[in-house]
């Protein structure tokens, strides 16, 4: 059962092969058996996940279910899930129990899927490997003793590993396509604004988008079509209507132009990765597609002005975690100024007070046109660079991550070294376009990700571009050992 | 050496919507405490604000009611800073692109030689932002409670240029804003609930000097008897250090006012860095010219020029005209009582009379009056068509106030209706002439003082009923004869 895609469950569903309470007992189960070793969950909603099998069955049984009723699925725990404690991965959330839903979460009870649990990341979302977390690293499924990359890395060895069909997670420089092609999975970071935050435990606002990690484009497609919308609680979000993504993903790839970004392809690319990005490029020339060399002449600037940006929008959207109302407090303040100090000070680990600290220099008087104001027009100059792009070519392509997993503890004494994890990610979230990344091969027995960037709102399109690559080739379809 | 006084104010309006600036939790005062605060206003992890158009609307109409440029692009910025009733750890508000800017007004006030003065001031800018909470040290021993019903209620925080020379003046500012507003409809203007606040930036400079003396800003300064005392105060205390040698320190100081005394809360060095930024989770304003025209098109008659219109429709003078229109529901009152009366000048006397005495005396709002615009101009319409006189109409306005009904009613219970019919008032002015023969005898000798004697005996007669006019004039002729 657990190989299986989410629209082949959905079928099984539907014809009654088996039921959601079986299909969710069975990855219960197998949460319980592997999950020790992967780390991949914060908590596992046990019985509520029963209890919405059941209801999903009764739905089913009176002919009342949608596509994904009684599918399971598994959240990162950075969506507020109403009476679940929602961590963020951090000890300061650890004894907080949300009040409410994410919007989200609450689209995915509407559709009658099942929740599993809430998966693994790095504390706030602040980093690319998930070694932040207050819960402990998770382990690559491909390879004990390595990454699952971050910070979305919960959800990404999750579903590697079988122990969830499909998983939402987050994006702000990487977090959902760098996890999703170091664990071989397909993942959809979408248009900035497509996807509602409310309810998502912010990061950097301007940046953070939600979307799916599955093991397909077909399946991505659906978990999108759940997700995407206009939330009038979220301002940022785009009231604009919602397409069908399933229905254009077998279109023609016949004239498709696709641009690779000569700074993609430099000198910090493992050479392995690259021949592997050059291999899944000369499939899509087989499938009718040209190829455009392109420049994105702002590219090296990515990783300095999201390290100005991210950090200072969190460093404003962490003030809220002082201990006063919920979330950890420290013991026997003496004073409001102590409680603060220490609740702060012993809430957040070493990741997120850095770049708080980071984010108050920039913001600070006297420093803010030289950081933050710089940042913002480095921002416009990366947007500018890809409009340039998409007048001549419908799709960027390039590697999802300079290299494939690397060891737990190797980078954590090294934060530039792990900042540079996102090189190629980054940009994407500083313009707001929407990209994905999609297993494309294996180096050493690690997979690699290809990623494709879209023009604003082409999500069916990428959808279409990945779901055809993945009908000739069987990347998406291998799965790590030692977990069957 | 001769001192010069120079004053800025920032006001705190508290919008009048019906729910918060960013949630859809209710703004009533009074509630019980974190009632109104749902998990927006609670700052809790993944919320997110959405803009109250409402809130955008009042700003416009203020804008628009001071001749302001309204922003067709304006801007929320986050205002960074720790304190236990702000709930996010910063303040939603406007920095460098307020929806409101530079306008201005004209104060009107007492000058120096008691004469009525009146000035043009600017006003900077005017802003949105949303509320704080409230702390409470009291009830709780140890420990301090947090009430968040206040957290995200819409403020709109006008800045006025440094145009100010005077308490005085400060205090008519703040008074025309307050007026303002309420005749807007957008701020109850209500002090004591902390729905209209003022800090004042006050500094001195010797007279003719160009450039400004060091500030201190006063804070806490919630009635306008508090923010005439707190700059005086302030002002006096500025002068005695530079006269003394000293410097002033640029500071923030909290008024005292059972102390009356101004103390020091803040110095420039311990003043925040706010760390203000755009708020990445809301959207800039667009303002179109469209949308500007729509507001403009609910705007009600502003104080200025229904205080120009008093004049020239019912010749007032410019004074009572600016009394009638300080607020909204007196100067609709009086509007009511003159088309009732038919006579305006009467029933502006009456209205700034006896009314607001009574209103005043019993501390009684002008919309809750026991008698009703439409009872006083009737009548005060009683008094025109000489059915009752003026003095009378001090009894019939008593009874009507104590709630013996409208005029008409009082008149004919308590029979206080004008004696007009001269062969009655005749057979009384007889009836006095030939008991008085003395004083009728002294009064034909040239002793006219008597007049008086012979009014007040006809009037004693006729229980005050007696036309005054018709009486004078009888009374006149049967003397002389």
Redesign the interface.
């Known amino acids: 059962m657990h190989d299986r895609t989410i629209s082949e469950l959905s079928l099984g569903l539907q014809r009654g092969e088996f039921s959601s309470e079986e299909l969710t007992t069975h990855y219960l189960q197998r949460i319980e058996t592997y999950d020790q070793r992967l780390n991949s969950y914060i908590t596992v909603t046990k019985e509520a996940a029963l209890a919405m099998a059941r209801a999903a069955d009764r739905a089913i049984a009176r002919g009342d279910a949608g596509p994904l009723t009684g599918v399971p699925v598994a959240q990162k725990d950075i969506f507020c899930t109403d009476g679940v404690r929602t961590s963020c991965g951090s000890k300061m959330l650890d004894n907080f129990i949300a009040p409410y839903d994410a919007t989200t979460v609450a689209q995915f009870n509407a559709a009658g899927m099942v929740l599993l649990g809430k998966t693994n990341m790095d504390e706030f979302a602040m980093g690319s490997s998930t070694e932040t977390s207050f819960y402990g690293a998770v382990h690559n499924p491909w390879r004990q003793g390595t990454v699952p990359g971050g910070s979305s890395g919960g959800s990404a060895a999750a579903v590697a590993a079988r122990l969830a069909p499909a998983a939402t997670g987050t994006d702000t420089g990487g977090s959902i396509r760098q996890p999703a092609a170091l664990c071989g999975l397909t993942g959809l970071k979408p248009t900035y604004g497509r996807v509602s935050r409310y309810g998502m435990i912010a990061f950097a606002s301007s940046l953070d988008q939600g979307g799916p990690m599955t093991r397909s484009a077909e399946d991505a497609a659906l978990l999108l079509q759940v997700m995407a919308g206009f939330d009038e609680r979220d301002s940022t979000s785009v009231d604009r209507p919602v397409p069908d993504y399933s229905a254009g993903l077998n279109g023609s790839l016949e004239g498709l132009r696709i641009g690779l970004p000569g700074e993609y392809f430099s000198d910090g690319l493992d050479a392995a990765v690259g021949a592997a990005i050059e291999q899944a490029i000369s499939e899509y020339r087989k499938l009718g597609a040209t190829i455009v060399d392109i420049n994105l002449p702002h590219t090296h600037l990515a990783v300095p002005a999201y390290y100005v940006v991210a950090p200072a929008e969190c460093s404003s959207n962490l003030s809220r975690f002082d201990g006063v109302r919920y979330g950890y407090r420290c013991t026997n303040p003496v004073d409001l100024t102590d409680m603060y100090k220490r609740s702060r000070g012993e809430g957040f680990g070493a990741e997120v007070k850095r770049r708080i600290m980071i984010g108050t220099y920039a913001l600070s008087a006297g420093y803010y046109d030289a950081y933050y104001l710089r940042a913002q027009k480095i921002r416009r100059l990366i947007s500018d660079d890809f409009r340039a792009a998409f007048a001549d070519v419908d799709v960027i392509m390039g590697p999802t991550t300079p290299g494939v997993a690397f060891d737990l503890a190797a980078r954590m004494d090294d934060p530039v070294a792990m900042y540079l994890s996102d090189i190629y990610t980054i940009a994407v979230n500083l313009a707001g376009l929407p990209a994905m990344s999609i297993a494309a091969g294996f180096v050493d027995g690690l997979p690699l990700g290809l990623q494709l960037i879209g023009d604003y709102f082409t999500e069916p399109r990428l959808l279409n571009i990945a779901h055809r690559y993945q009908q000739v080739t069987d990347w998406h379809r291998q799965w790590p050992e030692n977990f069957d | 050496m001769k001192w010069e006084t120079v004053i800025g104010l920032e006001i705190h309006a508290q919008l009048a919507t019906s729910s918060k600036i960013f949630s859809a939790a209710a703004t009533a005062y009074g509630a019980a405490p974190n009632t109104q605060a749902c998990?927006v206003d609670?700052?809790?992890?993944?919320?997110?604000?959405?803009?109250n158009a409402e809130a955008v609307r009042m700003a416009i109409k203020f804008g628009l009611a001071i001749n302001a440029h309204i922003a067709p692009y304006s801007v929320f910025a986050?205002k960074?800073y720790?304190y236990?009733d702000l709930?996010?750890?910063?303040q939603i508000s406007q920095f460098e692109l307020p929806i409101v800017g530079l306008g201005q007004l004209t104060i009107e006030y007492e000058g120096a030689d008691s004469e009525p003065a009146s000035k043009l001031i600017g006003v900077t800018r005017a802003h949105l932002e949303e509320d704080a909470g409230k702390s409470l040290h009291e009830d709780f021993h140890g420990l301090s409670g947090?009430d968040l019903n206040r957290a995200g209620t819409p403020l709109l925080e006008i800045v006025s240029e440094p145009d100010m020379r005077s308490a005085a003046e400060a205090v008519a500012y703040m008074k025309k804003i307050h007026s303002l507003v309420r005749y807007l409809e957008i701020c109850d203007g209500n002090m004591q609930e902390g729905s209209f606040r003022c800090d004042a930036n006050v500094s001195v400079r010797p007279a003719g000097q160009q450039t400004l003396g060091t500030r201190t800003e006063l804070k806490n300064l919630n009635s306008f008897r508090f923010i005439e005392r707190a700059i005086n105060i302030e002002v006096e205390r500025q002068i005695d250090i530079i006269e003394g040698g000293g410097t002033v320190v640029q500071e923030t100081r909290l008024y005292d006012a059972e102390r009356n005394e101004t103390r020091s809360m803040r110095s420039k060095e311990e003043a925040f860095?706010y760390?203000?930024?755009p708020d990445?989770?809301?959207?800039p304003v667009g303002i179109s010219e469209d949308d500007i025209e729509a507001v403009r098109a609910t705007l009600p008659e502003l104080p200025d020029i229904k205080k120009a219109r008093f004049i020239r429709d019912y010749g007032l003078n410019d004074k009572d005209a600016g009394i009638l229109t300080a607020s909204r529901e007196l100067a609709e009152y009086f509007e009511q009582v003159a088309g009732v009366a038919a006579d305006a000048r009467l029933a502006a006397n009456w209205v700034m009379g006896d009314l607001s005495a009574q209103l005043n005396k019993d501390g009684i709002d002008i919309t809750a009056s026991p008698v009703s615009a439409s009872q006083l101009g009737a009548m005060i319409r009683r008094i025109v068509d000489k059915t009752i006189s003026g003095k009378i109409a001090k009894q019939v306005f008593e009874a009507m106030w104590a709630g013996e009904g409208d005029a008409d009613e009082v008149i004919a219970a308590r029979g206080l209706k004008q004696i007009t019919d001269s062969s009655a008032l005749e057979a009384i002015i007889a009836d006095i002439i030939t008991s008085n023969p003395a004083q009728v005898e002294q009064y034909r000798a040239g002793k006219e003082k008597l007049f008086g004697f012979f009014v007040g005996q006809a009037m004693k007669a006729t229980q005050g009923k007696a036309n005054p006019a018709q009486l004078n004039e009888l009374l006149k002729r049967k003397l002389q004869q």
């Open positions: 998990a609670l700052g809790l992890p993944g919320v997110l604000p959405v803009l986050r960074n720790f236990p709930p996010k750890g910063y947090i860095d760390r203000y930024f990445p989770d809301l959207l």
